[in-house]
T-cell receptor, first 112, second 115 residues
Framework: DQQVKQNSPSLSVQEGRISILNCDYT??????FLWYKKYPAEGPTFLIS?????DKNEDGRFTVFLNKSAKHLSLHIVPSQPGDSAVYFC???????????FGQGTTLQVKP | KAGVTQTPRYLIKTRGQQVTLSCSPI?????VSWYQQTPGQGLQFLFE???????NKGNFPGRFSGRQFSNSRSEMNVSTLELGDSALYLC??????????????FGPGTRLLVL
């Protein structure tokens, strides 16, 4: 049972444009959501998080949007840079889970 | 502040052997979680330790075990290795654990290859 889903395995955007990565979840008990960026053979690097009491959180070029009714979150990167090329994972947790549930990841390629 | 460190970074073992991986969390962090990443299954939770006690456990067989020391450092052990155990093993730390909706910070991982 895949509780966190990233339906797009890959995304390609032009440098300077917006990258939008999407994530859906099924467990309504999740109340904390995170995005991680990962390079091959490295550990995930934390990017940004959002709790269920908010619908938007912004940090520099990165903004995460949460739509609780749709059980959907998205990560916007504006403007996209070639260095953003990596695999992006969304993850979810709840106060009753004590663990991160990860999506399958989306590979982002930003072309110069 | 130093990040999460894991040793060794790479390891090659043969089937039937056992292996121990080590993780040192960020200073002050008391919760340590372990994850397995494989191409087919993605990132999957193994277990979490807090104050030397296993607090949460994922759906892995008993061959996978761990422990945490009084200084919060953690070790993970896999006994009777199988080919399917080949994976990147990731350790993550946080102050008190995800039950308090904290961010986990990951180490670089240990790449285990079972031949």
């Amino acid at each position: 049972d895949q509780q966190v889903k990233q339906n797009s395995p890959s995304l390609s955007v032009q440098e300077g444009r917006i990258s939008i990565l999407n994530c859906d979840y099924t467990n309504s008990m999740f109340d904390y959501f995170l995005w991680y960026k990962k390079y091959p053979a490295e550990g995930p690097t934390f990017l940004i998080s959002i709790s269920s009491i908010k619908d938007k959180n912004e940090d520099g070029r990165f903004t995460v949007f949460l739509n609780k009714s749709a059980k959907h979150l998205s990560l916007h990167i504006v403007p996209s840079q070639p260095g953003d090329s990596a695999v992006y994972f969304c993850a979810a947790s709840g106060s009753n889970t004590g663990k991160l549930i990860f999506g399958q990841g989306t590979t982002l390629q930003v072309k110069p | 502040k130093a990040g999460v460190t894991q040793t060794p970074r790479y390891l090659i073992k043969t089937r039937g052997q056992q292996v121990t991986l080590s993780c040192s969390p960020i200073s002050g962090h008391r919760s340590v979680s372990w994850y397995q990443q494989t191409p087919g299954q993605g990132l999957q939770f193994l277990f979490e330790y807090f104050s030397e006690t296993q607090r949460n456990k994922g759906n892995f067989p008993g061959r996978f075990s761990g422990r945490q020391f009084s200084n919060s450092r953690s070790e993970m052990n896999v006994s009777t290795l199988e080919l399917g155990d080949s994976a990147l093993y990731l350790c993550a730390s946080s102050l008190k654990g995800l039950a308090l909706l904290e961010t986990q910070y990951f180490g670089p991982g240990t790449r285990l290859l079972v031949l």
